[in-house]
């Protein structure tokens, strides 16, 4: 029985000074369909998505709803269609009662004040019929992160909406609450909704989801019927390789037996609710240790749980085998751990000063307030790492915001070279750096391990760790589920294993 | 040369070059002997001295504020009630608790120390609460704002306390023969010992880090806290010193009076070196001259007989339009009046795209 | 099943806030008593004494819970009462011009600084602090010597005392009424309303709405910044009615005036329970904060040696004390996430 299209989005393009973050991408959602949505990173899920709900303007390409063409200017445009979205974050005022989010902007009046009898009564028989646990006259930041999802659903379904998407819902949810929620989508499909559901966990889309469609580099890849697409053909779509091709890439490493050397760092059942499964992990001298999975399946993580840039609650950590407590990242570096973090902007640039101060920052910060570096040895530094990475830019007092991303990143990572660290940890060192400067970036974390660096390296481009690595973690929604070593080190060796068991 | 143009303009103090310049203009067209220098008696006088004398103790402000709102991101606004804490301290101490003496009844050296302790101490309660209870900074010094006249009030029991003693009044006056005030040797000292500390040390770069980017500064083993607690409590400790320079300039502690409305001047004065006032880079020497512009422009508006108690009047209006124009909403319809059309919903998006989810 | 409301932040504080009143007023009845603090005169004086700030409060409530802060008030009240003071005595306006003049002062000063931190994004607390030079400063443009209110009119809605059921017994048995001015009543009034408004309306939810998450509230299709421009047009107009109340009370108008007024206006809605992150606050609660402030003054002044400064220490120190206190239990809560 064919199901009526309820969304038809056809030869949607979109693109941006410099990139095109969608080319002729197609997506259709059947009535009462639950519908995954997947890619790795720049795929183009959250761009067509925004060019949905109308936070970016549709370029080109049609939309139609029902049969009827239609193009949305704004969310509120979007959500007067019947779209509705639910973020991860989710879109309600904490301050508010249950009631009174469900009903905010349509509050049903009496004489044209509120009605508050009204609006209480009302939303308790809504949170009956879903099934949700809530008292409808609670404060909003009092319920959980779980049931505030459900009641932002809530609201999109009371409100009518055709078509439901949800933002990557399950991130910060434990099992059973990913139940509940799974059963209230459930709920929806009897009723006719659409859902289009963005998410990354593998398992979660093979439990509740009908198709799925895959985007990557902003094009689609292709629509599939989940029972008819097993794991590893997910997987290898997602990542644009071809499970047939077995390439084989040479290793550029010389194969060491690592077992011999000196432990560096350890942790032992590490873990942060929420973020990162309880965890195990070795690093001695001179591994060089790949961290595979799927984006958002934990591998950033791990490696910010063992720096303690996110403090973990859990486990216990050991340099050098002696116990460390690991505070503030200072700790970190002084450990002798150095950490390149994943989003550069966020959590790595500081756009303002220039290249100079941001390669010597971390040196600095280690040496303390009361040992400032000199200028001479801080123009050395710089022109040191400017050199052998070939960063671009005018002069090292060129404030970095006017580098290019690649060149930024470039400096980043000469500021953690610079601290000489015994553990180096790698978070997708060469996303946004051209090609020929990739394979300088692989030589020089070879040429630091032979040198008896130890180093964590994570990256979405599997060549590229099976060049370097001499040990590979996997991880899966967020926990490390397997580790390869030696012969296992092989692309449909890693693939498989970030695809897991077939269903 | 249209290159060497555009280099002169993008330099950081062009900006309050330019405003300074502009005001001193209209200094020597309603005053035509505004730049006049005199000697007499071994003293030099001129307007234009005046105004370097007068401007000492809001440049001494200007330095402490302008560490605040770059770290921070926010304002004190407690610094003119600080400089009367510590003038009633001083004076109090130095009075042994009359109101009026003739000679020191303690230690000068005790007076000063105790003066720029209580500063600091105001420093570091501002400081606690916007770096560690992350309470707006605005809101935090709002406290004392109120508070610390009264507080200086008690301290002087309510009355003036005078000190009229010769040696008092030197900071505020002339030492020995020197044909140059007194207080600017101090604004110039205040400048150069931050100055050296901020540079000398790395506290500079820490602050400047931690206020463009306070999460990558923390990834890099910076303790944000702690420099922005130290940068209250440097304000706080600069305010003392102001307020000592004023104390002395009138021999006496006024605690309704001292730095009255001088945390505007001095919020303007960083406003007016170019310093963005939400954090980030900053430029001392910007403030610095800030301030003179500030003083500059107050010697004008007297000159045009506007009264002390108008002048805020014309300070809020410059003070708008300032913010007005560092206003970001503002520039942009600026530039969609200029570059019509899609301009807006361009660069919306491309906002959007900078900041958006990474997917 | 109903589940019991449980306990948030806020009305923790108000608790406080109102046995803080009670307790200090009961002290002060047991420590006073024979200086007549008993007395149910003593009691409505409080009203008496603050109808004008308990009017501006009520603005200053609305504009905090968006998020925001206004410190003109103080300047617009002493702008007000010098202006009715000029029009009235220097260009025979009557006072029903004045009223009209006092409250488009106030309506002014909501209009501009509503739409720079609306439409314009500019920090509330900048813009206020300019509005609060610029009145001060045009208070004293008006006139720099005192103008005392002699209009007939006016001084006849200052004067004019409306006697309670309930009083007290002179010595000689005779019963002394107590008594309360129209300004009171107003000032109840403008409570009432305000506290209907922001339960009962559109705008008050979105007031509070606002406060709580302003993308949310935005993505929920509530209008933002036309919200925001209201709050703070509301705000100027309560300053302005409540300038003029305060005018009633003073019967002059002079530079000085009001001096550190928006400071109790802030002190009054945060020890009354409102955010100073915003979302939350309720005009019930900033009553409470007003009647502090009253019984502080009360208590000094009964209390006669200390100095009025004590006031505003004691005030400082208070708001001090409920600013720590919400920032403690706004970071328990996030520890309990």
Redesign the interface.
Known sequence: MENEMVLDMHDITKS??GVK?LSHVDFTLRKGEIHALM?E???????LI?VLTG???LEAGVIRMDGKNITNHS??EA?RNRISTVYQE???????TVA?NLF??R?PRKFG??D?KSINKKAAKILRKLRIE??A???L??CSIANQQMIAIARAVDMKCKVLILDEPTSSLDEDEVSKLFALMRDLKKQGVGIIF?THFLEQVYEVCDRITVLRNGELVGAYNTEDLPRIKLVSRMMGKDFDDLADIKSLYKQKDYTKAETIVRAEGLGRKGSIKPFDMTIRKGEVLGLSGLLGSGRSELVRAVYG?DKPDSGFLYVHNRETKIN???DA?KSGMA?L?E?RK????????SVR?NII??L???KG??K??GKKEMEEAADHYIDILQIKTPNRETPVRSLSGGNQQKVIIA?WLLTNPEFLILDEPTRGIDVGTKTEIQKLVLELADQGMAVAFISSEIEEMLRTCSRMLIMRDGEKVDELTGNQLSQDGIMNAIAGGED | MKKKLKRLTEMNLFMPVICLLAVLLINVITTPGFFRITMNQGVLYGYIIDVINRASELVVLAVGMTLVTAASGGQDISVGAVMAVSAAICCQILSGGEASVTSYQNSMILAVIAALAGAALCGAFNGFLVAKLNIQPMVATLILFTAGRGIAQLITKGQITYVRVDSYKTLGGYLGKSPVPTPIFAAALVLLVVWLILHKTSLGLYIESVGVNSTASHLVGLNSTMIKFLTYVICGLLAGVAGLIASSRIYSADANNIGLNLEMDAILAVALGGNVLGGGKFSLMGSVIGAYTIQSLTTTLYAMNVSADQLPVYKAIVVIVIVTLQSPVFRKKMKTLRGKGGGMRKSKERAAVKGGNQV | MKKRKSLNASTYILIITILLFFVMYAAGMIAFKDKGFAKPQMFLNLFISNAGLLVIAMGETIVMITGGIDISVGSVTALVCMTAANQMQNHGASAWMAVVISLAIGLAFGLVQGYLVAYLDIQPFIVTLAGMFFGRGMTSVISTDMISIKNEQFLSWANHKIYLPIGTYSKRGKFLPAYIYPTVVIALIVLVLIILIMKYTKFGRSVYAIGGNVSSAMMMGLNVRKTKLKAYVLDGFLAGLGGFLFALNSCSGFVEQAKGFEMDAISSSVIGGTLLSGGVGLPFGTLFGVLIKGTISSLITTQGTLSSWWVRITLSALLCFFIVLQAILISMKKKKK
Not at chain 1, 90 to 96: A, E, S
């Open positions: 941006f000074p973050a890619g990173n720049g795929a183009g899920k959250s761009t925004k936070v970016y303007e969310p509120q959500q989710v879109n309600l005022c904490p301050n508010l009174e905010l902007g509050e004040l509120i508050w809530v008292s006259t609670q404060d930041e009092e963005v840039a503030t990242p200072l570096m950490y973090p989003d966020r959590d790595g640039v500081i756009a303002d000063l101060e920052l971390a600095q910060a280690k307030m009361f400032p570096m500021r």
